[in-house]
């Protein structure tokens, strides 16, 4: 895990981490080890049908390019960031590996391990979309695992949808003196975001928008030629993104007009998509939370099942069945440079996974030692 988490790996640059992931699958005996065109690694315990249980966990991490990561040890807890998001899930995923080709358990159905790219932020889940892009994968896989930090006492069962937007709006600029009464992007963006502040939410279904990120202009005494926002829709209703997708687009547009009937001038705008997460639900029939719901009882953990934006969105808006956990261990400061991860109750959260796993791919035989 400690070395792992200091290879870094920034969304849509984690080939580094894939070629060490693609190195331990097959160190660890798994076959048909491979990277696919999105960057995604593969490797398979092949069973007896060729359907498959999918176990996966994210590569990426949201820590910037150039940032150094090196693991601290304070008081029993390793500290750095990503050192549980998803350093925890994929030190899992190969703690699952070896421990099945250890056992020599054979399964009915064959089991494929993935780490795959592009889960965090702007990465939009990419890696699982290219994953489940071909038909015949979506046929075969009959449920996933996703593996994401270490809470145990958390399972993903449905899909928090979300878009993501980028919103700019450009004009021809000046100084604020001598081109006073030019349009101003910064205003007109400001408008915008004034009147998304009005609109009216409801408490059910739970929806939220956010704008996390705004930039505009280059000095105080200029009036600039662009200003941009990046804005987070996010419902458990594909619905109210909907709506609330157009409110945004309309929002822009009055601002825009209200801003060029003030001032003298033309604004361009341009709004451009960043992410689409879908909304998904499984089933309270579901054979996978069947399972789990089983194991946690007879390991006595108590598990709260909740809905959140994770890698299981994609197989779940496909109809298959999917669930997110931890890998076990406690953790803490997420996404954050004090990010730690303490490996007490790993070894819990691993039984937990291994006995999940068993269950819902069907064993065949016990043939190690």
Wanted: charged share 20%; glycine share 10%.
């Amino acid at each position: 895990q400690i070395e792992l988490t200091e290879i870094p790996a920034p969304t849509f640059q984690e080939s580094a981490r894939a070629q060490y992931m693609a190195r331990k699958f097959r160190e660890l005996g798994l076959k048909h080890v491979r990277l696919d065109e999105a960057g995604n690694v593969l490797g398979e315990k092949p069973g007896k049908s060729s359907n498959v249980v999918a176990v996966t966990a994210h590569l990426d991490t949201v820590v910037p390019p150039g940032v150094p990561i090196q693991v601290q040890r304070n008081n029993g807890r390793f500290c750095a960031p990503g050192i549980s998001d998803n350093g925890a899930g994929l030190a899992a995923l190969l703690g699952i590996v070896a421990t099945l080709q250890k056992s020599g358990i054979a399964t009915d159905l064959s089991l494929l391990f993935l780490a795959n790219v592009g889960e965090e932020g702007e990465g939009d889940l990419h890696g699982m979309r290219h994953f489940f892009s071909r038909r015949e994968m979506c046929q075969r896989t009959a449920a996933v695992f996703v593996l994401d930090g270490s809470a145990i006492d958390h399972v993903t069962v449905a899909g928090l949808g979300s878009r993501r937007f980028l919103v700019e709006i450009a004009g021809p600029g000046g100084h604020s003196w001598s081109d006073f009464g030019r349009v101003n992007p910064i205003q007109a963006l400001s408008s915008a975001i004034a009147e998304l502040g009005r609109i009216s939410l409801p408490s059910e279904p739970r929806t939220s928008w956010n704008v996390g990120m705004i930039h505009g202009g280059t000095a105080v005494n200029s009036i600039p030629q662009s200003a941009w926002m990046k804005v987070d829709i996010r419902s458990i209703s594909a619905e109210e993104i909907e709506r609330l997708s157009r409110t945004l687009e309309a929002a822009v547009r009055a601002a825009v007009e209200k801003e060029t009937k003030r001032a003298s001038g033309g604004l361009e705008t341009k709004i451009v998509s960043l992410g689409d997460r879908p909304v998904a639900e499984l089933p309270e029939s579901a054979r996978i939370l069947q399972v789990v719901r089983e194991v946690d009882q007879h390991l006595g953990i108590r598990s709260k099942m909740e809905r959140s934006s994770t890698d299981a969105n994609i197989p779940l808006s496909l109809g298959i069945e999917a669930i997110a956990t931890g890998g076990g261990g406690l953790s803490g400061d997420a996404h954050t440079l004090n990010e730690w991860y303490d490996p007490r109750g790993r070894e819990l959260g691993l039984k937990r996974l291994l006995l999940a796993i068993f269950l819902t791919a069907g064993l065949l035989e016990e043939a190690g030692d």
